[in-house]
């Protein structure tokens, strides 16, 4: 395997889903390459990245009024 | 102590919604609704119907609280609701993404091929020297890491609309394969793939930006 082969493989890799040889050749590959062991951590930092808050418009001012008055106005039991 | 942006598990979380705190149900939709509306863009054809049926799935969240088993993340059940929602408006516009088939622009390596040595050479397709991904951390510094988040933001708006749905439903959502290929009608295989080529293009944002920027606090300065 090369890296160019590599880095096409690192979302099936981290998603556990490679046959046995397959993720075997990933790992004795990755044992050797450090540019390659870099892709992948830079790969699972970047996911980590996107699972935080992510900063946007979100909805309008009057929207977001209307829903909560809606949240204090919904009947619990 | 959580930064103030940071949100309590997900079991205080929904009994504080159940018990009617406004806080808290402020809190959420004020840390989730930006990504919500940027997901429903990839269904409805304009800004305004993302952000309308951002505000229905809120509604439908507000009802169906009490409903909630917790079978999955509270966030992934609000996102559930979000894409059916997205969905059945999406298809009254006649607007619909259509996950079936890859696009010739889908397919093809992910990183730039001038970073790997030629066919031919020795070490063929072996990063070139100085080409190599070199190690960077996404800073701890809470500042820091909003600019981050920035770039992110930026870049996640800038995929195509196929590859934003599936990263935006993996990563930023929680989803797992199944669910996001049962929720978009596509096959594991294609969804691996618009899933890799959009993590390999935020990969490579932040890889310029971190590179460059972030060294210099609170810049913006890019090269």
């Known amino acids: ?77 | 102590m959580a930064g103030p942006r940071e949100l309590p598990p997900d079991e205080v979380l929904v009994q504080r919604l159940r018990d009617g705190d406004e806080e808290t149900f402020a809190l959420v939709l004020d840390s989730w609704s930006g990504g919500m509306v940027r997901l429903a863009m990839s269904f409805v054809s304009t800004k305004d119907s993302a952000e309308e049926t951002v505000q229905d799935t809120w509604l439908a969240v507000i009802r169906g609280i009490d409903g909630f088993e917790g079978r999955a993340s509270l966030k992934t059940w609000v996102y559930r609701i979000l894409v059916n929602t997205a969905k059945a408006r999406g298809a009254k516009e006649s607007r619909t993404v259509p996950f079936a088939s890859l696009l010739p622009e889908e397919e093809g390596p992910t990183v730039d091929a001038e970073r790997f040595r030629a066919t031919g050479e020795p070490y063929a397709g072996h990063w070139v020297a100085g080409q190599e991904p070199r190690p960077w951390h996404i800073p701890e510094d809470h500042v820091l890491r909003g600019e981050v988040r920035e770039v992110i933001a930026e870049a996640i708006d800038e995929l195509p609309p196929r590859l934003r749905t599936v990263i935006t439903l993996r990563d930023v959502a929680g989803y797992g394969s199944e669910e996001v290929c049962s929720l978009l009608e596509i096959s594991p295989g294609n969804q691996r793939v618009l899933l890799h080529r959009g993590r390999a293009l935020l990969r490579r944002k932040l890889e310029s930006y971190l590179s460059g920027a972030h060294d210099i606090a609170g810049g913006r300065g890019r090269a």
């Open chain 1, 1 to 77: 395997m090369n890296c160019a082969e590599f880095v096409e493989l690192v979302t099936e890799f981290l998603d556990g889903s490679m046959s046995e040889s397959a993720e075997l050749s990933c790992v004795v590959h990755l044992a050797r390459c450090e540019g390659c062991e870099t892709y992948l951590d830079q790969f699972r930092q970047t996911t980590a990245a996107l699972g935080g808050t992510l900063p946007g418009p979100g909805i309008p001012a009057a929207a977001r009024e209307q829903l909560l008055e809606a949240f204090r106005g919904a009947t619990r039991p």
